[in-house]
T-cell receptor, first 119, second 112 residues
Framework: EADIYQTPRYLVIGTGKKITLECSQTMGHDKMYWYQQDPGMELHLIHYSYGVNSTEKGDLSSESTVSRIRTEHFPLTLESARPSHTSQYLC??????????????????FGEGSRLTVL | AQSVSQHNHHVILSEAASLELGCNYSYGGTVNLFWYVQYPGQHLQLLLKYFSGDPLVKGIKGFEAEFIKSKFSFNLRKPSVQWSDTAEYFCAVSTNAGKSTFGDGTTLTVKP
């Protein structure tokens, strides 16, 4: 059973507010990811991290930012939320592999998601 | 960059019917292939995976998938579906860089 937790599960917020979506994993995985998913659509990678102090932009451009100060924690922040940010945000981590060798099985463990609605 | 295409967006079956969900990917190098499932109200979880070896892989709950390299395909199958298989199914590809690319999902509804 994977142990990766996201909070909040649901958030409704007004335009212009700053929000942080939390993601924590207890598996000691080096690699962590944030995906954005709209209903009926594919998952789009918006951020990833290969380890502490490592963060990269994903394939889909996003106005959000991330940080990785501790292995187990990978929060996502929106400085000023807008209605276009309404979506589901999924955090994931992957087992095996190393930030140095780059080798990984690629299997992802997902959190339950944070559904953000910006009014 | 890799891409993944799932052939069916919505599939409706009766219990005991056979299932095959198509998945094709585009990438010239070595890939790892996955099917993930999301049951209603639950998080995405791994159904099965292929890294190397036998191209026919078996996963949980009686699912299997066959990797056909020449066709860049990784189709998911189950001989007899159950109502509890109602879920959304995602095919995904990852490279050794560790980044996964997902298809846009197939919603399976199994009628009791």
């Amino acid at each position: 059973e994977a142990d990766i937790y996201q909070t909040p599960r649901y958030l409704v917020i007004g335009t212009g507010k700053k929000i942080t979506l939390e993601c924590s994993q207890t598996m000691g995985h080096d690699k962590m990811y944030w995906y954005q998913q709209d209903p009926g659509m594919e998952l789009h990678l918006i951020h990833y991290s290969y380890g502490v102090n490592s963060t990269e932009k994903g394939d889909l451009s996003s106005e959000s930012t991330v940080s990785r100060i501790r292995t187990e924690h990978f929060p996502l922040t929106l400085e000023s939320a807008r209605p276009s940010h309404t979506s589901q945000y999924l955090c994931a981590s992957s087992e095996y592999g190393s930030a140095w060798t780059g080798l990984t099985t690629g299997e992802l463990f997902f959190g339950e998601g944070s559904r953000l609605t910006v009014l | 960059a890799q891409s993944v295409s799932q052939h069916n967006h919505h599939v409706i079956l009766s219990e005991a019917a056979s299932l095959e969900l198509g998945c094709n990917y585009s990438y010239g190098g070595t890939v790892n292939l996955f099917w993930y499932v999301q049951y209603p109200g639950q998080h995405l979880q791994l159904l099965l995976k292929y890294f190397s070896g036998d191209p026919l892989v078996k996963g949980i709950k009686g699912f299997e998938a066959e990797f056909i390299k020449s066709k860049f395909s990784f189709n998911l199958r189950k001989p007899s579906v159950q109502w509890s298989d109602t879920a959304e199914y995602f095919c995904a590809v990852s490279t050794n860089a560790g980044k996964s690319t997902f298809g846009d999902g197939t919603t399976l509804t199994v009628k009791p």
